[in-house]
């Protein structure tokens, strides 16, 4: 013989169970199963209630609710409590309960908030998987005052399945999510590999880095921490549109879970209480929202020499997982990669301006300093010869020192010429052709394009091209050189080519160790462009530097 009550219970979960499969849209699923199951129990009315980390719920889906909880868009049931979920809350509400007054409805009728159409009870179901608590559903009908043992084993089971769906679903969006970090990611670093230089490279990066977060990810507060001798400084932060610069400085008593998450191996979640700090400090400048959940990441570069902290906050409770924690992670440590690379352009930059400072003091040594010890002697000799009746020795004497200081004076003014030359006021072109003539070099020059060059990118051309034509002259054995300057939409070109003996067979051109060719290779990546050298024994050298020009210039460069 059928069991008729248990042939209809298989039945509602079968029906159930294909409701829960049909999406993987969290909302539009529990609506959807909510109103099918009143439909297949005969129930009238039912909500449920998503429960966070921090207690905090939301009513995510509800059917055929009374116009008293309707009112003011469904206010009574998005703030304030009930036994439900204080039960909940406690760890107390372990099965599903019977009829239970509302106080959402009790609370309605107090207000005169609308029609409760006769609606005072309801069942309680927990939704949870094992240990893990996910919210609350409430079913009832008009009139019903009781729900046998057998109807609240069937919304057990049915709350089992949503729980089951719930979490799939959760897992499903973490996954996805954690697919699309990745790939912003990815696109982070990309954008992020830029090679900046000067004074201020460290204020850009950190200024591109912050605005590079913002634009890759939905992180709606990011903050950049120094690291000082006593305490952080707040470098920038980035909220909503905004983004602020700053030197803000706080005392290190005050965030000591900055300091621990500054010297940890990984990323932290920082407790709310702490944030508060961060709104106190930062709030004059009107940008910091108050914050209920943040993580931070170190990143050190510099041997650990330097570090800093990366924080990002959000406004709402556990709004932030584990997989933002990871990729924040690797968002700090490309941050310090690139803050690494700017610290040895730094120390490639300071070694370049040593090398030429030991080039220009040997310069004097050997010319200039010796023509200024050779007069000096000649003057002392001289002292000694006014005093003899026959002064036709010393006015000997003092013509070769009229002499040897036109010589002084001419060699301090190439020196100068070399670390500035005059004929670069009229363009970089003939200020090379002109040091070319000066080292005994025949230039076959070719120009095409717009050279209105900024100072930064001529001048690095004229160190470069000052470099190459030295070595034609020491090392090429050859006196003729061909050179080109090309102005393109975005870059110019620099080439110089001599016919000379070449690099020696068993030396790699592209890997050679002279200093000179590593300085004209870093001046060129410095500027943000490239260096390639060629040369094949006895055939010659080729040296090639190509420098991007600024946008605004590039626009006024015709198109070839």
């Keep these: 013989m059928t069991d008729e009550p248990h042939v209809q219970d298989l039945t509602t979960l079968k029906i159930i169970a294909e409701t829960l499969n049909q999406s993987n849209d969290l909302t539009y699923m529990l609506d959807t199963v909510l109103g099918k199951l009143l439909e297949v129990t005969e129930l009238s009315f039912g909500w449920i209630f998503l429960v966070g980390p921090y207690h905090e719920y939301e009513c995510v889906a509800d059917r055929n609710l009374p116009p008293a909880l309707l009112y003011g868009d469904k206010q009574l049931m998005q703030c304030g409590s009930c036994w439900c ?62 729900f046998s043992n057998e109807e609240l084993a069937l919304l057990e089971a049915v709350a089992l399945q949503i729980g089951i769906a719930v979490e799939r679903m959760r897992l499903h969006e973490a996954e996805q999510r954690r697919a699309e970090l990745y790939i912003r990611l990815g696109e982070f670093s990309r954008s992020l590999s830029v090679t900046l230089s000067g004074g201020d490279a460290r204020r850009q990066l950190s200024e591109l880095a912050m605005k590079l977060v913002k634009v890759h990810f939905a992180w709606p507060v990011a903050m950049l921490f120094q690291r000082s001798d006593q305490g952080f400084i707040i470098r920038n932060i980035q909220s909503d549109e905004r983004m602020l610069t700053t030197s ?11 300091e621990e998450a500054a010297h940890s ?47 990002i906050g959000h406004p709402k409770p556990g709004a ?8 924040l992670e690797a968002v700090a440590e490309h941050i310090a990669a690139q803050f690494e690379n700017v610290r040895l352009e730094e120390n490639r930059q300071l070694l370049a301006r040593m090398e030429e400072r030991n080039g220009l003091a040997r310069d004097l040594h050997d010319s200039v300093s010796q023509l200024l010890f050779s007069i000096s002697m000649t003057a002392k000799g001289v002292e000694s010869l006014l005093d003899e009746p026959d002064l036709s020795s010393a006015k000997t004497a003092i013509q070769d020192m009229q002499l040897l200081s036109r ?13 500035r030359p005059a004929g670069l006021e009229q363009g970089i072109a003939a200020a090379l052709k002109e040091h070319g003539s000066r080292l005994g070099l025949h230039i076959n020059m070719q120009l095409s394009g717009v050279l209105a060059l900024p100072s930064d990118i001529e001048n690095a051309l004229w160190r470069i091209g000052q470099e190459a034509l030295n070595n034609v002259s020491k090392h090429a054995g050859a006196s003729r050189v061909d050179m080109t300057l090309i102005a ?11 016919f000379g003996r070449g690099i020696a067979e068993k030396t790699d051109a592209s890997t050679s160790g002279s200093f000179g060719l590593s300085i004209m290779r870093e001046r060129a990546e410095g500027s943000g462009g490239r260096f390639q050298l060629t040369s094949a024994y006895s055939k010659g050298t080729r040296v090639e530097v190509a420098i991007p020009l600024p946008s605004q210039l590039k626009r006024r460069l015709p198109l070839e």
Excluded at 248 to 257: A, G, R, S
Excluded at 279 to 302: K, N, R, V
Excluded at 320 to 327: C, M, Y
Excluded at 488 to 498: F, R
Aim: with cysteine.
């Design 85 to 146: 979920l204080d039960r909940f809350r406690h760890d107390r509400l372990k099965n599903a309960v019977n009829i239970l007054s509302c106080k959402r409805l009790e609370d309605a009728r107090n207000l005169k908030t609308g029609e409760t159409c006769g609606f005072t009870h309801h069942a309680t179901v927990p939704l949870r998987i094992g240990d893990r608590k996910l919210g609350v559903m409430n079913v009832g009908a008009f009139g019903k005052e009781h």
């Design 248 to 258: 803000i400085y706080i005392p290190p008593e005050k965030v000591e879970w900055l």
């Design 265 to 311: 191996h990984g990323f932290q979640e920082i407790e709310a209480s702490s944030l508060s700090i961060l709104s106190e400090y930062a709030q004059p400048d009107g940008i910091l929202p108050p914050l209920h959940s943040a993580m931070a990441a170190p990143f050190m570069f510099g041997g650990h020499t330097e570090s800093g902290v990366l924080l």
């Design 320 to 327: 932030l997982s584990h997989i933002d924690g990871t990729v």
């Design 407 to 419: 010589d002084a004076l001419k060699e301090m003014r190439a020196l100068i010429k070399q670390l």
């Design 488 to 498: 393109k939409a975005h870059e110019v070109i620099l080439s110089i080519t001599d």
